[in-house]
């Protein structure tokens, strides 16, 4: 049974139009990150939630926003995507002492 | 800060032989974590294998077992009776504790393939 689950699983958005991707989990954990992975790159920390307190990166674009409404959501807002969003987009959750857990990530074009 | 280092961009192994995948990593920190994920070409990150700085055996999970030299500080990956479906890039990461979230620093990762 998928415990990470991530919608859609690709999606394609026009230059400047604003998209949403969405992160579910069935596990209770307290903790939903954000990662951007471009190609051939490591995952890179975009913010997370320790439940309903946001944290974000430093180096995170404004562009992006997120939204936590409960334990079992996250979203990620991308207010005007560019050519350089192009991206997968991985959601993970984690608890106290042990690693995270993945989504299966939605892979992002931007046209 | 913490830094993770793999040093091999590629690698290449023949179907039902050993390899091992390097992961050097930097922190000041007693505590903490090492992981091992890997990410086929849809590109899920799956998780194979823990290790906890405190742990006193090498950690195993079936054909994945963690080669962890505390005092060099690095915490190899060793896949046994490779399989074509190992084919991958494979991500070390170690968990930077940060009050109660755990964020995970990546190394740059290494592509694995098989072959037959």
């Known amino acids: 049974d998928a415990m990470v689950i991530q919608n859609p699983r690709y999606q394609v958005t026009q230059f400047g139009k604003p998209v949403t991707l969405s992160c579910s989990q069935t596990?209770?954990?307290?903790?939903m990150y954000w990662y951007q992975q471009k190609s051939s790159q490591a995952p890179k920390l975009l913010f997370h939630?320790?439940?309903?307190?946001?944290?974000n990166e430093a180096d995170t674009p404004d562009n992006f926003q997120s939204r936590r409404p409960n334990t079992s959501f996250c979203f990620l807002d991308i207010r005007s995507p560019g050519l350089g969003d192009a991206a997968m987009y991985l959601c993970?959750?984690?608890?106290?002492?042990?690693?995270?857990?993945f989504g299966p990530g939605t892979r992002l074009t931007v046209t | 800060a913490q830094k993770i280092t793999q040093t091999q961009p590629g690698m290449f192994v023949q179907e039902k032989e050993a390899v091992t995948l390097d992961c050097t990593y930097d922190?000041?920190?007693?505590?903490?974590?090492l992981f091992w994920y890997k990410q086929p070409s849809s590109g899920e990150m799956i998780f194979l294998i823990y290790?906890?700085?405190?742990?006193?055996q090498n950690a195993t999970e079936g054909r994945y077992s963690l080669n962890f030299q505390k005092a060099r500080k690095s915490a190899n990956l060793v896949i046994s009776a490779s399989q074509l479906g190992d084919s991958a890039m494979y991500f070390c990461?170690?968990?930077?504790?940060?009050?109660?979230?755990?964020?995970?620093?990546f190394g740059k990762g290494t592509k694995l393939t098989v072959n037959p």
């Open positions: 939630y320790y439940d309903k307190d946001f944290n």
């Open positions: 990461a170690m968990r930077a504790a940060q009050g109660g979230s755990e964020k995970l620093v």
């Open positions: 596990l209770n954990h307290n903790v």
């Open positions: 993970a959750t984690s608890i106290p002492g042990r690693g995270q857990y």
């Open positions: 290790q906890g700085s405190y742990d006193q």
């Open positions: 922190t000041s920190d007693p505590s903490y974590g």
